[in-house]
């Protein structure tokens, strides 16, 4: 999704839990593996990955302090030791060369300014043959909580503008980022298809405050006057409504599990 907004971090880990289950059985961490964690967030998968590698170690790299300060905190918490984290922005970032046998991330890798420069520089951290293990969005038409929300937020049934730009929806053509990946030097490009839905509260209320934890929507709503605002609020909350099933707010989405190797 889009980066936490103002207030209390949101819980991406909570609204992609389904996900993280395919997402761990895709990376295939193996008991030496040096891994490498692109947009790790709060570092639930840079965690998992170093308990599955046992004798090895994972690095979470991410650009938000607030995010990576609770990932520090919980792999305390939990006695994850062979993990480190690192602020960085991984397009740039001067990583050691050839080192990691695994370069994994869980809608991590959507937001580049220059995808080839930034995949380009991961496979130069990665040793060769090394696995990639990418979660993406697939299009923002097969994802029911983007289409619906703009629309609530927008007041409009008519499709989203198409975005411009850096995009959680940027990896969503196979045939792109394919081009990309081979571009920067990957081979054995893989697509499977994730189907499951995400989760945004246990009810109306707490699914409303944690939609306004995004900057996405808080971005939307800033946008308008106060009755605009107040309106698009109300509009929001039928919404979020409409998918409450008694257990919990879910919206339906599509995501790829991308997989390659460094060539």
Same mark, same amino acid.
Request: hydrophobic share 45%; net charge negative; aromatic share 8%.
């Given at each position: 999704?889009?980066?936490?907004?103002?207030?209390?971090?949101?819980?991406?880990?909570?609204?992609?839990?389904?996900?993280?289950?395919?997402?761990?059985?895709?990376?295939?961490?193996?008991?030496?593996?040096?891994?490498?964690?692109?947009?790790?967030?709060?570092?639930?998968?840079?965690?998992?990955?170093?308990?599955?590698?046992?004798?090895?170690?994972?690095?979470?790299?991410?650009?938000?302090?607030?995010?990576?300060?609770?990932?520090?905190?919980?792999?305390?918490?939990?006695?994850?030791?062979?993990?480190?984290?690192?602020?960085?922005?991984?397009?740039?970032?001067?990583?050691?060369?050839?080192?990691?046998?695994?370069?994994?991330?869980?809608?991590?890798?959507?937001?580049?300014?220059?995808?080839?420069?930034?995949?380009?520089?991961?496979?130069?951290?990665?040793?060769?043959?090394?696995?990639?293990?990418?979660?993406?969005?697939?299009?923002?038409?097969?994802?029911?909580? *983007?289409?619906?929300?703009?629309?609530?937020?927008?007041?409009?049934?008519?499709?989203?503008?198409?975005?411009?730009?850096?995009?959680?929806? *940027?990896?969503?053509?196979?045939?792109?980022?394919?081009?990309?990946?081979?571009?920067?030097?990957?081979?054995?490009?893989?697509?499977?298809?994730?189907?499951?839905?995400?989760?945004?509260?246990?009810?109306?209320? *707490?699914?409303?405050?944690?939609?306004?934890?995004?900057?996405?929507?808080?971005?939307?709503?800033?946008?308008?006057?106060?009755?605009?605002?107040?309106?698009?609020?109300?509009?929001?909350?039928?919404?979020?409504?409409?998918?409450?099933?008694?257990?919990?707010?879910?919206?339906?989405?599509?995501?790829?599990?991308?997989?390659?190797?460094?060539?």
């Amino acid at each position: 999704m889009t980066r936490p907004g103002t207030g209390d971090l949101f819980d991406y880990d909570a609204e992609l839990r389904l996900h993280n289950e395919h997402f761990r059985v895709a990376t295939g961490v193996r008991p030496r593996d040096r891994v490498l964690d692109i947009g790790c967030g709060a570092g639930l998968s840079t965690r998992e990955a170093a308990r599955a590698a046992v004798a090895g170690h994972a690095l979470g790299v991410d650009l938000s302090a607030r995010l990576l300060d609770r990932a520090r905190r919980l792999s305390d918490d939990e006695a994850v030791r062979n993990v480190s984290y690192l602020q960085a922005d991984a397009q740039a970032h001067h990583f050691r060369p050839a080192h990691f046998d695994l370069c994994i991330s869980r809608f991590g890798t959507m937001f580049f300014a220059d995808p080839v420069a930034a995949f380009t520089n991961v496979a130069h951290a990665l040793r060769p043959a090394a696995r990639l293990v990418l979660m993406v969005w697939q299009s923002a038409e097969r994802n029911e909580w *983007s289409a619906e929300i703009d629309r609530a937020l927008a007041g409009t049934t008519a499709p989203a503008p198409p975005r411009i730009g850096q995009d959680p929806f *940027s990896l969503a053509d196979p045939a792109v980022t394919e081009g990309i990946l081979a571009s920067a030097g990957f081979v054995d490009v893989g697509f499977t298809d994730v189907h499951e839905p995400i989760y945004y509260g246990l009810d109306n209320d *707490s699914a409303y405050h944690n939609v306004l934890r995004l900057q996405g929507p808080n971005d939307q709503l800033a946008k308008l006057d106060a009755a605009a605002a107040e309106h698009a609020r109300e509009r929001l909350r039928a919404t979020l409504a409409a998918h409450d099933t008694g257990s919990g707010v879910y919206f339906d989405s599509r995501a790829w599990i991308i997989t390659a190797r460094r060539a």
